[in-house]
């Protein structure tokens, strides 16, 4: 009679291998595993389940502080080291070996300890989250949100290597452990978990949860047949089990233990011990499915949308293409008319509802170019009938407007006040908008966020060219007045541009007694200035001073203090604060 793996040979006959022992023993001998190494591994892990408790905690918080950082700020490296770190994999492999050998300690120690370290990498990475100043979805963060049926498989191969690491340890199986820890990736969906739960975006946290779940069952499953496979179910673990729970004071892990032990002695106990992790798998694999389906469908959709607007004429000087969860938004800005745009707009949305199989959602934007003006000139003059003329707004117009609430909305006050700001379409780039402020250089960094904001906000991809204009004075003596002109010249050519800003200028007072050089300088450079096309509005102001003196801010400039003393005497230079 056959013998159910892991448990004690009868006391009253003799002990019989269980069928199939045999090829289990030429399996393990092709991975040069022996009888005595299978026991010792298994020795190990008993013993190993109960020693280096703090190391692995540290281990595992500094992975989820790592990963989470990583994820925030969209670094795969830091990610990648975050997965090294990790020490999540051991636990869940002993999992599985102790549902393979039959062993209710290690798998009740192991379970228990995979399931704190979920709720503590999920807490703490709330925890952080909340304690960012900033909450973006970035593409490190998106791709742990949308499992597939791929993922699935992934994690099947990275089952079959962990078990293969784990019984074979050794310097010949390191990048192999390396590789299985990058590949698996179990920390950072827990990470997003936890930031989905501290930015309370259900979808985030329910879909990096799918993932975690896929990569859990899919490496328990596997670890369990491929110890069986290998013979560990030869393994007698009855005399460790005792001693370890022995070690146990009385509670619920001993009686758990036993509840366990009752299922996991019968006859086929190792079918009820499969069926366990299978169970789950097959739970996950139909919400994987579908979203693999969804992703093969958004590929398509895309490809053959994309390859229509590419066949469109030149004139199309921008688009913008969404495809995502059964949804597509076409929108293009062509030059011509508007009866030309109204019959490509027509023409897309019969194609693409063709190859979607879903009405979509096209506009199309039609900007005048000189022979579309030339054309409607024409035919107004050609007429001589009077027209009824209804008033539109052009659509460029709108979207000016909706532009222009956007950037209200996002533009970031450490930056200084938003003056002005120009719209460009440069051919096969992206929008590119051009802000005017007085104030501090945003930077790249910021100038990206504010380009990703607006790209969010108007439903296509916007780039941010950052124009800063300093706030402090630009200052030089009387005999620097050429230099002076170089460096204030560009700052008050925004004046000319910008009707919010104003320019506040001093220049040094009738040279009187100086050297006839230094006289000669200082009037050319006050011709100079005053040739500006800047000088030319009322909103730069002019007055005598000591020395050379330009501000540009978006407040008037203050009126000159009343003179002191001497009637006829000039203002004391440096009293105006020039706008400051």
């Not at 009752?262 to 694999?285: D, N």
């Amino acid at each position: 009679m056959d013998q159910d793996p892991g448990r004690e040979p009868p006391a009253d006959g003799p002990y019989v291998r269980p069928a199939g022992a045999a090829f289990q023993d030429r399996i393990a001998a092709a991975f040069d595993i022996t009888p005595e190494a299978r026991e010792a591994i298994v020795r190990g892990m008993l013993d190993r389940s109960a020693r280096g408790a703090a190391g692995y905690w540290l281990q595992l918080l500094l992975a989820m502080g790592i990963a989470a950082l990583g994820l925030v700020l969209g670094s795969g490296a830091v990610v990648i080291g975050a997965m090294l770190i990790s020490p999540l994999m051991g636990p869940i492999v002993e999992l599985g070996m102790g549902l393979a050998i039959g062993s209710p300690f290690l798998a009740l120690r192991s379970f228990s300890r995979v399931a704190f370290s979920i709720v503590t990498v999920v807490t703490g990475a709330a925890l952080l989250t909340l304690m960012l100043p900033f909450h973006e979805v970035t593409a490190e963060i998106a791709a742990r949100t949308s499992p597939t049926a791929l993922d699935l498989l992934i994690a099947i191969f990275c089952a079959i290597a962990a078990a293969y690491t784990t019984v074979r340890p050794g310097s010949d199986t390191t990048s192999t452990a390396a590789g299985t820890a990058i590949g698996i990736a179990l920390v950072p969906p827990l990470c997003v978990v936890g930031y989905g739960i501290g930015t309370r975006v259900k979808s985030i946290a329910s879909g990096a949860a799918l993932l975690f779940t896929a990569n859990l069952c899919a490496i328990l499953l596997f670890a369990i047949l491929c110890f069986l496979l290998l013979g560990y179910g030869a393994v007698s673990t009855a005399e460790l089990e005792h001693a370890e729970l022995a070690k146990q004071k009385p509670g619920a892990i001993r009686r758990v233990a036993r509840v366990l032990q009752v299922f996991f002695e019968l006859r086929h106990g190792w079918i009820f011990r499969v069926m366990m992790p299978l169970a789950l798998l097959g739970a996950v694999y139909f919400p994987l499915r579908e979203a693999l389906a969804r992703v093969s469908w958004e590929v398509r959709v895309r490809g053959a949308i994309q390859r229509m607007l590419d066949a469109l004429p030149q004139s199309t000087v921008r688009s913008s293409l969404t495809v995502d969860h059964g949804t597509v938004a076409v929108r293009l800005v062509t030059l011509g008319r508007a009866d030309e745009a109204e019959r490509i707009e027509q023409d897309l949305r019969d194609k693409i509802a063709a190859v979607a199989g879903m009405p979509p959602k096209v506009d199309v934007i039609a900007v005048l170019d000189a022979s579309a003006l030339e054309e409607v000139a024409a035919s107004v003059r050609a007429t001589s009938a009077p027209i009824d003329v209804v008033r539109k707004e052009p659509e460029l117009v709108l979207l000016r407007q909706e532009l222009s609430a956007s950037l209200a909305g996002a533009w970031p006050h450490a930056a200084g006040p938003l003056v002005a700001w120009r719209l460009r379409f440069p051919e096969n780039d992206p929008v590119v908008v051009e802000v005017v402020h007085v104030g501090p250089a945003l930077g790249d960094a910021a100038s990206d966020l504010l380009g990703r904001a607006l790209s969010r906000e108007l439903g296509a991809e916007v780039a941010v060219q950052d124009r800063a204009i300093s706030p402090e004075p630009i200052v030089a003596e009387p005999a620097g007045g050429w230099p002076w002109l170089q460096a204030a010249g560009p700052a008050l050519a925004w004046v000319d541009e910008a009707e919010a800003l104003h320019g506040c200028v001093e220049v040094p007072a009738d040279p009187g007694e100086k050297p006839k050089q230094d006289a000669e300088d200082i009037g050319a450079v006050r011709a100079a200035l005053r040739a500006l096309p800047a000088l030319r509005t009322d909103r730069v102001h002019v007055r005598e001073g000591a020395r050379w003196r330009a501000v540009v801010s978006t407040a008037p400039c203050a009126p000159p203090e009343p003179a002191t003393g001497d009637a006829g005497a000039p203002e004391e230079a440096g009293k105006d604060g020039g706008g400051r």
